[in-house]
């Protein structure tokens, strides 16, 4: 009988509703909870993150960048739950960028068209091959594995402006979670990157630019966005870029991991670091203006598609990688006069090529 109580006895519950048995430990708080609680306390943990930001206003159009994968099919599943439950009232798109990488992203393309289909969102995919005149596979080919991540993350962020300005979008929203962030922060910090570590935790960036850009996931780890898209049999896409197995971020996020590991909360307590780290004011900031050849915001003379363009143009890729050289570096001793922020991004395409 005794054995039989003590038995009973050990039974959990789940912590905040005290009803359910717990089927999952959040990694972020620890806590021991069930199914329905956890989704309760997930989605509205990003409503909060949301209102407490003004990240939207009613009316607004708003791009959500799309690749397929864990954190962007959860962020269109649940900013579309939120939009009808909370009355939002935005107007939501999905947004595709195909580097053309076969074997992956063209898979990877598939799911999100069932998203387009689940979720009932309109979709605009834009290619590398229509902007730049090449794919990832054809830059891999000429400069092998090496730096080939540079190359994508330069088309990839000018290409998602190109394509919201296409949609005609008010906001773009991505994916990026709390561990993104927190791994941002090292790598600017371990590359010494000034401009970028001001403003890499900021929710919100480009306001003066065309179209800003939101993190609705700023606060949300990786592993419960994981968790949620397994629990709700959400459709996304797993595989890792085959030509990423070697980033540099891949190493910071290892040692993410493992602080994680150690201590949970090591994440947020990245990402408040970043966010407190105040600029010297004796520190010289890039001034930010418009690139002469196709109009996108840059504060050299070329913005750097532009210059990594030429490179490949002319049978030099490694023209743009590391220290400023060729046409940026040729104008270093010029005293550039910051430009009026960009309002449109559709008159001029990136790079030589005449669309």
Not at 1 to 6: D, L
Not at 26 to 38: G, M, S, V, W
Not at 229 to 257: H, M, Q, V, W
Request: overall charge positive; hydrophobic content about 35%; proline content about 4%.
């Amino acid at each position: 009988m005794e054995a039989k109580s003590k038995k009973s006895g050990a039974t959990r519950l789940c912590c905040l509703c005290n009803l359910r048995r717990p089927v999952l430990k959040r990694p972020k708080t620890l806590q021991q909870i069930c199914r329905e609680c956890f989704y309760e306390v997930f989605e509205e943990e990003i409503h909060q993150v949301i209102v407490q930001n003004r990240l939207f206003k009613s009316g607004e159009r708003v791009a959500i960048g799309a690749s397929g994968g864990k954190d962007s099919t959860v962020l269109a599943y649940v900013l579309s739950e939120l939009n009808r439950r909370h009355n939002y009232g935005l107007d939501l798109f999905l947004l595709s960028i195909d580097e053309g990488i076969t074997g992956y992203r063209d898979d990877s393309l598939e799911t999100v068209k069932r998203n387009e289909v689940q979720y009932g969102l309109p979709l605009q995919i834009v290619s590398y091959k229509d902007l730049y005149g090449w794919t990832m596979d054809d830059i891999v080919k000429m400069i092998g594995l090496k730096n080939n991540c540079t190359f994508c993350g330069v088309f990839r962020r000018q290409a998602l402006d190109r394509g919201a300005a296409l949609l005609k979008v008010d906001k773009l929203v991505t994916g990026h979670n709390a561990d993104d962030i927190a791994e941002t922060v090292l790598l600017n910090i371990l590359r010494g990157d000034i401009a970028r570590l001001s403003r890499c935790t900021s929710i919100t960036t480009g306001e003066d630019g065309p179209i800003p850009r939101c993190k609705p996931f700023k606060y949300t780890y990786e592993k419960e966005i994981v968790m949620y898209a397994y629990f709700k049999k959400l459709d996304y896409f797993s595989t890792e870029c085959i030509y990423s197995p070697n980033a540099y971020r891949g190493f910071a996020r290892e040692f993410i991991k493992d602080l994680e590991r150690l201590r949970p909360r090591a994440i947020l307590d990245i990402i408040k670091s970043g966010e407190d780290f105040r600029i010297a004011t004796t520190t010289k900031m890039p001034e930010q203006g418009t690139c002469e050849r196709c109009g996108y915001i840059s504060s050299q003379k070329w913005c750097k598609a532009c210059v990594l363009l030429e490179g490949l143009n002319r049978g030099l890729p490694k023209m743009g990688i590391g220290r400023p050289r060729g046409v940026n570096g040729d104008h270093k001793k010029e005293t550039k006069k910051p430009g009026p922020a960009v309002k449109s991004i559709e008159s001029k395409q990136c790079g030589s090529l005449d669309f």
